[in-house]
Every structure is written in structure tokens, then in C-alpha cells.
């Protein structure tokens, strides 16, 4: 079994950044990708941005050069820094590991197979 938590969530100004954070904790056996996911009020969850075990990341387009993710395989934990965030940003915010990384198809939740619970990132004035 796989435990991932997420920390980080907060209320920022648009324009603002935030680091979230996935502590992924149990077997290692699906640490091969850890994505981050976001779930808006009434619209379909999204997948933001993966990486692989050995450091190959994938963004989606609506984050490309304003978020990074990176990965502490000694600590097991991910992170998503976030940069210039916009209202449309806001979201609950999840993260996800899987067993393979899917060049084309990463951004598809069904793709993973643990999940953690969330962290609410609001981004408002």
C-alpha cells in the first residue's frame, strides 16, 4: 500500500506563489510517476504536472513557466511550486502515483493508482 499527503494549500493574491508539497509514504513499488492533479468546483479533474523517478517532468499547457515540479527521492516527497498564480488556479489540488509514465497520457487520473486527499489552493484578492 501507498500513502500520499499533500500540504501547502492556502489563500494567495493573484500574482502570488505557493510550494505544495506530497509526502508519499508505504511500499515504493508505484513511485515511478507522482502527479499533481487539481479539481475545480464543477468541472473535471485535471492533471497539472508529473514526474518521473529519474526527473523527466510533464506540464500541462495552462501551467507551463509558471509552475515547477520537483522530486526528493530520499525524503519521498514531491513538490509543485507555483508562480504568478491566476483566480482559474484555484482548485483542490491533489496528487498521484503510477507505475508508468505516460509521454501522451500522463494527464489521465486513471493512470494512477493512489491518490491523497487534497489541499485546497484559493487564489483571490
Known amino acids: 500500500q501507498l500513502q500520499l499527503a499533500e500540504s501547502g494549500g492556502d489563500l494567495v493574491q493573484p500574482g502570488g506563489s505557493l510550494t505544495l508539497s506530497c509526502a508519499v509514504s508505504?511500499?515504493?513499488?508505484?513511485?515511478?510517476?507522482i502527479a499533481w492533479f487539481r479539481q475545480a468546483p464543477g468541472k473535471e479533474r485535471e492533471g497539472v504536472s508529473c514526474?518521473?523517478?529519474?526527473?523527466?517532468?510533464a506540464y500541462a499547457d495552462s501551467v507551463k513557466g509558471r509552475f515547477t515540479i520537483s522530486r526528493d527521492n530520499a525524503k519521498n516527497t514531491v513538490y509543485l511550486q507555483m508562480n504568478n498564480l491566476e483566480p482559474e488556479d484555484a482548485a483542490v489540488y491533489y496528487c498521484?502515483?503510477?507505475?508508468?509514465?505516460?509521454?501522451?497520457?500522463?494527464?489521465?487520473?486513471?493512470?494512477?493508482?493512489?491518490w491523497g486527499q487534497g489541499t485546497q489552493v484559493t487564489v483571490s484578492s
Open positions: 514526474i518521473t523517478r529519474t526527473g523527466r517532468s
Open positions: 508505504g511500499s515504493t513499488a508505484h513511485l515511478a510517476v
Open positions: 498521484a502515483a503510477g507505475p508508468t509514465f505516460y509521454e501522451y497520457y500522463w494527464s489521465l487520473p486513471g493512470r494512477y493508482d493512489y
